[in-house]
């Protein structure tokens, strides 16, 4: 037998709450739906009661005619019910008139109804410039953008880099092998196209360069495994919140540090998911509402391990599912969400 076949039943009995549905109503900050424009929205929102997601921000709403197209879908069915953020188009990046071109779009993405700014991983793993050079997360060129969504107020929710374990040796000692023997693209040699922590540090020298815009760091900034350091950084950069999208089993592996880490980041914390997989919600309601022992996540090669619930209090809940969310993102209607 070998490890991707071992799959032993537990024989512990404990209390369980499977939930299906949130406590609260909540804001999803990370979801993508690349068909908004022509997509039957219905199906979407039924999907969406059954969770009790209140809200769903969908990352990938493009730019100009196309976003244009998906925000008229939304106005004309759902206004209330989902929130699109604008992408950047890099292509010619590094040319003369490149960035006010892109900060022109911009504001007319965000004229057009767009409420924030999602930035793909590209950016620092293949964006080059017009020479043909990396462009990294940290280049001075884009700051006219990050400003403009200062002066915007709105957020800007980034991706940068990848887990750590995706650089290093595949071998026996790596957490993520089964991911990686699964998904073998996601392989990368030790410097390419720099090493992890090149990329996060540029991120956060870009962070700290601008103070004054609301950065949104996905994936806990991955450091969801290492909540003291995220502590840390948190500490220092005023500026920036973090989502949990696809890191829930991290926190559902160390709930008590988890736990006083949402007490102290409290205000910091926005509901994320990332892939649009509605059953997989369970689990997050699961480690965030309850305090239940011992149980699975929904893919082995994201956690062959078990977790337990962090058992929130419900101030804590209700920031987390939609108060930061509100706070944060301009124009979600918040008659929808309970006010004290
Ligand atoms: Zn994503």
């Not at 990294?136 to 991706?159: G, S």
């Not at 994936?219 to 005023?238: I, V």
């Amino acid at each position: 037998m070998d490890f991707e076949t071992y799959e032993p039943v537990s024989t512990l009995i404990v209390p369980e709450h499977k939930l299906t549905k949130a406590k609260y109503p909540f804001i999803d900050v990370h979801n993508h739906q690349g068909n908004m424009a022509t997509q039957n929205l219905s199906t979407l929102i039924q999907e969406m009661e059954k969770l009790n997601m209140g809200v769903m921000v969908n990352l990938s709403g493009q730019t100009g005619e196309r976003l244009k197209q998906s925000l008229k879908n939304v106005k004309e069915n759902y206004p209330k019910r989902f929130i699109v953020f604008a992408n950047i188009d890099f292509k010619g990046f590094g040319e003369p008139d490149w960035i006010n071109k892109a900060v022109q779009q911009l504001e007319e993405d965000v004229r057009n109804g767009a409420n924030g700014l999602k930035i793909f991983k590209n950016l620092g793993f293949s964006v080059k410039d017009n020479s043909g050079n990396r462009v990294p997360v940290d280049d001075p060129r884009l700051n006219a953008i990050w400003e403009k969504c200062a002066e915007l107020k709105i957020p800007v929710l980034i991706h940068t880099a990848d887990p750590k374990p995706f650089w290093d040796p595949m071998d026996d000692k790596n957490e993520r092998w089964l991911e990686l023997s699964t998904h073998p693209n996601r392989k990368r040699g030790s410097d390419n196209p720099v090493p992890f922590e090149q990329l996060i540090e540029e991120q956060h020298r870009m962070f700290k360069k601008n103070r004054n815009t609301s950065f949104i760091a996905a994936h806990f900034g991955w450091y969801p495994n290492d909540l003291a350091r995220l502590s840390e950084l948190l500490s220092k950069m005023p500026n920036v919140y973090v989502e949990f999208g696809a890191v829930i089993a991290e926190l559902g592996r160390q709930p008590r540090a988890a736990k006083s880490f949402f007490e102290k980041f409290q205000d910091r914390i926005l509901f994320g998911k990332d892939s649009w997989v509605p059953a997989e919600y369970a689990t997050y309601f699961r480690v965030l509402e309850t305090e239940d022992e011992y149980f699975p996540y929904h893919k082995k090669y994201h956690a062959f391990w078990r977790m337990y619930g962090l058992g929130l209090d419900d101030r804590i809940l209700k920031k987390v599912y939609y108060k930061n969310a509100l706070r944060i993102i301009p124009n979600i209607d918040k008659s929808m969400f309970p006010i004290d």
